[in-house]
């Protein structure tokens, strides 16, 4: 577990800890203007939509992956980091907890340098792949401009090893271009899902109401188990936000 409890006055001390330490913080006891001028603090508010919307509500609306978004749905199991067909990844994501699940829900954190060493041992040729480029679908774009950004999925930016995935964008991102995936692309993208979701790698957490989580977007890579919501839906919010 490298989760740190730091307290939500020390600003420094989170930054440096989502920067040079474990990637991950967790505040208790925060109030959402509490958690909005942390987020001022830390960087850049980025527009998450095609609407322009900086601060996203993360609550089941029925979406399924397939034609709509993660966040407006209760699907669980898809671990990424956020943005990931962007050509800047945002830096951090928050998340800030209003209405937690009755059932399910919980966070699931884990670590980039964890996965590329795991891979490096069992599969070196498989994460050789992972450093070319992949299509990842856009999923919203203006009209006129290309449905899909060419990246790789590891990478090195200022010596500093970096991580963009979410499975289903890369697989409907080659459907759009037309471009099968070769054999040893999938044969990556599975071994490269296999160790995401090692047990012994992940890092499971429940935010509870009131409470903030920070992490490092291009390190740490998260995702969640489904849920299921009584009669007040499971409710948090989202910022992006670039270093500035």
Known sequence: NYIVNINKNKKEDIKFELDNGSGVVLIDNITEEEFINISKYLGKFQTQNIQGDKIVTIKDIGSKLSSGRYHQSNVGGSYHTDCPQWDKVVN??????????????DSKLVNVKDVYDKMEKDSPKLLKVLFDKFYFDKREYIEGESKTILKSIFSYIDDKLCFRYLREYVISGHEIENKLLSKIQKLALSKLDDIIHDENLVTSMKLKKNQALFVDNQRIIHGRDSFIDSKIKRELRRVWLCKQ
């Open 92 to 105: 951090y994501l928050g998340m800030y907890c209003v209405i937690p699940a009755e059932n399910g829900g």
